[in-house]
């Protein structure tokens, strides 16, 4: 059974959204927020954990933490880099 309290994402998010100031804020940072989550679920999808995707970048697991908290600001080839790590392809759609 589903419980009438429990706090989801997408809920917040709808709810936050009617916030004009919290609208334009998310507007400018979704970009960046799909990628780490993306970035987030590849890793996890494969099992493989910070450090060892670290490790097979050599770089820091604090490096791949601030990707996916948002606090780096990646460049295409280290996209490329980490999606060749993770065995997955790396695709960039622009809508």
């Known amino acids: 059974m589903k419980n009438k309290y429990s706090y989801t994402f997408q809920n917040d998010l ?3 959204l009617g ?3 919290f609208k334009k804020a998310w507007n400018e940072s979704e970009p960046e ?3 780490a989550k993306q970035l987030i679920e590849a890793r996890l999808f494969r099992r493989i954990s910070q450090r060892d995707l ?4 050599h770089t820091s697991q604090a490096a791949i933490s601030r990707l996916e908290t948002m606090r780096g600001n990646p460049s ?3 996209l490329k880099r980490i999606a060749q790590a993770l065995d997955a392809k790396f ?5």
Not at 54 to 57: C, D
Not at 91 to 95: E, M, R, V, W
Request: no cysteine.
């Open 76 to 78: 295409l080839a280290l």
């Open 54 to 57: 670290a490790r097979r970048l």
């Open 14 to 16: 709808k709810r936050r």
């Open 33 to 35: 927020y799909l990628l």
């Open 19 to 21: 916030n004009p100031r």
């Open 91 to 95: 695709i960039l759609p622009i809508q």
